[in-house]
């Protein structure tokens, strides 16, 4: 009988449940799509720029199985909220507790499955589209990567069957410990929360001291290695929670004291609606924070990958395009391209080897990468050396007729007067006199910079291709690369950093899909709990217009503390790529801007929808 009751509550409560369904399948879902790259190790291992990334997804599947635990058990609490009062309600025609103690046990349980079987196969779905959608984007092929994972499926099935066992025992037995009057009256409790004393004081403090030692880790990650993401990641998990639930509250008592603020038109009943159930807020918003910090964080850090494929390219060459024997295709090629500046060096090949002519590298001296002892990043500069005697090679055998290394570097590797190219010629500087005797056909070799690379891969594409023709007429053999230019540099850093970024796209969305459907839950599910208080306050006069500010104040400030703690960590996290990223904050405006505009939109939809609930339907 009671199960019929039982089937009978959820069909009227259709709506609710949907909420509590779209919430578990959703968190079910990026769980899975996580472990189908963190369990991937051969996958993960060959297309990443990060040595210990094994380790790395490691932990990102503590904080993501640590967030997910908060979550669970607070949506699953959410079916208990709903059914309370009708168990009490069971209870006073006669029920026995026990039997309400089993229902709600099994409903939970039941639910959780459902969820967990819908959860399975939108992850799947999320992540062959994803996963599909960003490697045509990225121009990767994404070898080894499975969008259905067995052990990713076995790891999921486990964790969550666990987590909704431990959630439906916890409800039972949070059913059996309620009296009946507290059951029928659970809807008009607050959640109380202390907002002074020292509690608050030390928890705030605890805070702040667990974020800093979390973000000095990840300053120094390079120092700490893995003991630092350890440490990171424990920190500040728990120093998040800690910020929301002991400063968020009273933060928002202070702001009701202003009576500037708490007077004016009525913020009192805004600020009121935030102090309500401040206790479930705290901790979902907590939640919401670590999930716009691991999303924003992953599509960052891939981003900024991205952008970097450049500037690591860069490191070695101050010329962006070297053509050696340009034909009429390459000079067509080079003719789209903004030069900035060009330079034409001749030379002449024999049987022996390369002469490059004296005079055009004295006339128009080329730019060049060149470092000092230090560690420093190496600098563009022109070379300025003298080259005093008639006759240089580049690997002399002694100091008199050896190159300057400046202009060895000029040559060899702005040049790419290198055996890749010509294969064991050996490579000279002659004078004018000496240069003329080389019984030779001149030919020449150009030097150029380009206003934005990335804009002309495609004719660089062209011009690689000719060069390695040319390398093979020299080698006599196939070659796979004429070079070390900046465009094979480039290519070749693409390939590796591919991996990466594509990782880091695919969970960013993930999160941020999380971060979605925690906050939608948490507002919708406790909208029905708020129509009586609109509907009271239109009742006795209070505008429409007026309902609608205080719900979009509302709900802003709802959206806004998450996400400046989650940007914050991100801004401070970036710190962690340092030592593999020349400037990790390059371009970081880009998936910021992203992020807001994707959150403005989601924060617009979620005031619409509930602005449909809690507002009073006029006549």
Known sequence: MLLKLSFSSMRKRFKDYLVLLFGLTISIAIFYMFETLAQNKTFIEANSMISSIVFVFHVGTFILGAITVFYIFYATSFMLTLRQKEMGMYMTLGAKKHKITQLMFFETFFIGLI?????????????????ELFMWQL???????????LSSIITTVIFYIILFLLTSIVNAWKISRKSVLSLLHAEQKQDFVKTKGSRTFFGVLLAVILIGVGYYAMVNIARFMQLGLILAAVTIIIGTYLVFIAFLPYFVKRLKQNRTLNEKGINSFTL????????????????????????????????????????????FHANDVVIHQPSKED??????????????????????????LKKDLLVNPPLIKHSDETFELPETTRVEESLPEDNYMLYG???????????????????????????????????????????????????????????????????????????????????????????????????????TIFMGFFLGVAFLMMMASVLMFKLLSSAASDIHRYSMLRKIGVRKS??????????????????????????????????????????????????????????????????????????
Do not use: C
């Not at 969820?115 to 996963?131: M, Y």
């Not at 903004?338 to 002469?355: A, L, R, S």
């Open 115 to 131: 969820s967990l079987v819908v959860g399975l196969v939108i992850g799947f779905g999320l992540a062959k589209g994803i996963a």
């Open 397 to 499: 055998e002694n100091d008199a007729n050896r190159l300057p290394e400046l202009w060895s570097t000029a040559i060899r590797t702005e040049m790419n007067a290198s055996y890749q190219l010509f294969g064991a010629k050996d490579i000279y500087v002659y004078g004018t006199s000496e240069y003329q005797n080389i019984v030779s056909d001149e030919q020449q070799v150009i030097l150029a910079t380009v206003d934005d690379f990335k804009n002309y891969l495609p004719q660089l594409e062209i011009i690689n291709q000719n060069q390695l023709e040319l390398a093979e007429t020299y080698r006599d053999d196939d070659v796979e690369n004429a070079g070390n230019t900046k465009y094979s540099n480039y290519i070749a850093f693409k390939a590796i950093a591919s991996g």
């Open 139 to 149: 121009d990767f092929n994404g070898e080894g990567f499975q969008s259905f994972y």
């Open 546 to 619: 007026l309902l609608v500010k205080s719900i979009y104040r509302e709900l802003f400030l709802l959206f806004l503390f998450p996400a400046l703690v989650g940007l914050v960590h991100v801004i401070v996290g970036m710190q962690m790529f340092s030592f593999i990223i020349i400037e990790p904050y390059l371009k970081i405006w880009i998936p910021i801007s992203i992020f807001i505009v994707i959150y403005g939109i989601y924060y617009w939809i979620t005031v619409q929808m509930y602005k449909r609930i809690v507002l009073p339907k006029e006549v």
């Open 272 to 315: 009121g609606q935030l102090r309500f159930r401040m206790l479930n807020l705290t901790k979902v918003l907590g939640t919401v924070a670590m999930l716009v910090a691991l999303g924003l964080g992953a599509m960052t850090a891939g981003i900024s990958f991205y952008h970097n494929i450049e500037k690591q390219a860069s490191t």
């Open 331 to 356: 000079t067509e090629a080079l003719a789209e391209m903004n030069v900035t500046e060009k330079n034409v060096y001749h030379y002449k090949v024999d049987g022996d080897g390369v002469y490059f």
